[in-house]
């Protein structure tokens, strides 16, 4: 129940002042980039990666990119480069 | 930029092959791995480019995993300057290489000539090599008006002659002169050029000092350029005619009553030589010619009527034992005679021309040889004429 509460004190205190929610609240950001490239920042560890779909955990849940000839042109704690033919982005 | 900082560390593109690869990077990007270009070839392979420093770390993580790791390939610029040390002979045998050719280039290798019609190139050359013009020589020594005015002066079928000297290439451009006449010869005197008995005298123009039947000596006044004309006037020209005379001349040949005849052992050893100018730079070993047998082949490169001085040779040596073998006598004398009769071919002898043959055999003190001493006599042209 703590995190839960934590969460809604966090977005209470975003809104309050303008901060942007994704450092306040630990949110996963999604970049696109037409649909070749994409970028998911701030995730909490890779989950899966075939050439057809890529799932990375985040606080928010599982960020699963689907799509063809997927490849991770850079991986680090913090962030995942994606590149290929991106049909879907979903959060699970 | 981190493809260029990549480079500039070095990386290298290593195989992952085993289950959970995924919770491999991740543990991989939790200890700040720099983890690129990641593809994915099967279920339990994936390819990942590393810098080197963090393919160090990684073995650690692999212990008590089921993932095996193998390099693929090498990048950057660790490796490439790794690499140039290794081949530092290669780059440096570039860099004096291009510096022999440019010093190559300050020499003359080719001397071409045109417009020669009549005047043989053996002639034209062996003429420009005397006034130092020749393939290998620094073109800065080249004097080019010299040597047209001393062609000129050597050929009177000559009217014009330019040299031209064109980076490492020399043109000689000939132009002759149409129906030139054969100098005419000054006063002179006919004299005896060899010892004879005077067989013939006919005297075309000049004064005769000789008879039939006189033995004259080397050098012998035979005809006078000094002689009365018509009006009874004193005149001093060239002299003219044919002094006919028996001569002796003597050859000697050696034959040998022994023969060292070679053996092949079966050992063959090859060399190259590479001929530049007057240079030759030999490529592999010499064998002695004592005990070895050399046959060489040789190449010249040739462009048009040029005179390249670039040859490539290929000589093969084959080892060989001597064995002494006997010759039978007649045909050692057999092999003299020919020998003395070459001799007195070399000395102007024509064998249709004997009028008279003596022969001599001897044999050599040592009993390994004859020698044929051979003595034919001859009507032959004595005369010789010298200018004053």
């Known amino acids: 129940m703590r995190p839960a509460r934590n969460q809604i004190i966090k977005k209470k205190l975003a809104r309050t002042f303008d901060l942007p929610p994704a450092v306040l609240l630990d949110q996963a950001t999604i970049h696109i980039l037409g649909d070749a490239e994409a970028k998911i920042v701030n995730h909490k560890g890779l989950v899966q990666y075939t050439n057809t779909c890529i799932k990375a955990r985040s606080n928010q849940g599982i960020i699963e990119v689907v799509g063809s000839d997927l490849e991770i042109t850079s991986f680090s704690s ?5 590149s290929g033919t991106i049909r879907e982005v979903m959060l699970k | 930029m981190t493809s260029l900082w990549m480079w500039w560390q070095g990386y290298v593109t290593v195989r992952l092959r085993g289950p959970g690869l995924e919770r491999l990077l991740n543990r991989m990007a939790e200890l700040g791995f720099v983890i690129q270009w990641v593809e994915r070839l099967t279920t339990d392979v994936i390819i990942v480019r590393l810098r080197v420093k963090d393919f160090r770390r990684l073995r ?54 045109r417009g020669s019609e009549t005047l043989s190139l053996e002639t034209l050359s ?51 002169r149409d129906g030139v006449e054969p100098e005419e010869s000054g006063p002179g005197h006919v004299y005896a050029a060899m010892d004879g ?130 010759v039978p006598s007649e045909e050692a004398r057999r092999e003299a005679l020919r020998m003395a009769w070459d001799n007195l071919k070399k000395q102007g002898v024509d064998e249709d021309q004997v009028r008279e043959e003596r022969q001599q ?21 004595i005369g010789q004429f010298l200018t004053h």
């Not at chain 2, 005015?149 to 132009?175: D, H, M, N, Y």
């Not at chain 2, 047998?293 to 060989?320: C, H, N």
């Not at chain 2, 055999?361 to 042209?381: H, I, N, P």
Request: net charge positive; proline share 3%; no cysteine.
């Open chain 1, 78 to 82: 913090s962030e995942i480069k994606i």
């Open chain 2, 60 to 113: 650690p993580l692999l212990w008590g995993t089921q993932v095996s790791v193998s390099i693929l390939d090498k990048h950057g610029a660790p490796f490439w300057f790794k690499r140039f040390r290794l081949r530092a002979s290669l780059a440096l045998g570039l860099l004096l290489s291009f510096f022999f050719v440019l010093y190559l280039s300050n020499f003359v290798w080719f001397i071409e000539v």
């Open chain 2, 126 to 176: 062996s003429a420009v090599q005397d006034l130092g013009l020749q393939a290998g020589v620094a073109r800065s020594t080249i004097k080019p008006r010299e040597i047209e005015a001393e062609l000129l002066k050597r050929f009177p079928v000559l009217a014009w002659a330019q040299v031209t000297v064109k980076g490492v290439r020399v043109e000689i451009s000939l132009t002759e």
């Open chain 2, 197 to 326: 008995v005077v067989t013939e005298v006919l005297v075309l123009r000049g004064t005769p000092h000789v008879k039939d039947g006189q033995t004259v000596r080397k050098g012998d006044l035979l005809i006078s350029g000094e002689y009365y004309d018509a009006r009874g006037r004193k005149q001093y020209g060239a002299a003219q005619g044919v002094i006919k005379a028996r001569v002796w001349y003597e050859g000697i040949g050696e034959g040998s009553l022994v023969r060292w005849e070679p053996v092949h052992t079966g050992r063959n050893h090859r060399q190259y030589a590479i001929t530049i100018g007057n240079i030759t730079i030999p490529v592999g070993r010499s064998y002695s010619l004592e005990t070895h047998l050399k046959s060489e082949k040789e190449w010249q490169l040739s462009l048009g009527q040029a005179m390249v001085p670039l040859r490539f040779a290929r000589i093969d040596y084959q080892e060989v034992e001597y064995i002494k073998v006997h």
């Open chain 2, 361 to 381: 055999v001897d044999f050599l003190t040592d009993a390994e040889g004859v020698r044929v001493t051979l003595q034919v006599e001859v009507l032959d042209d």
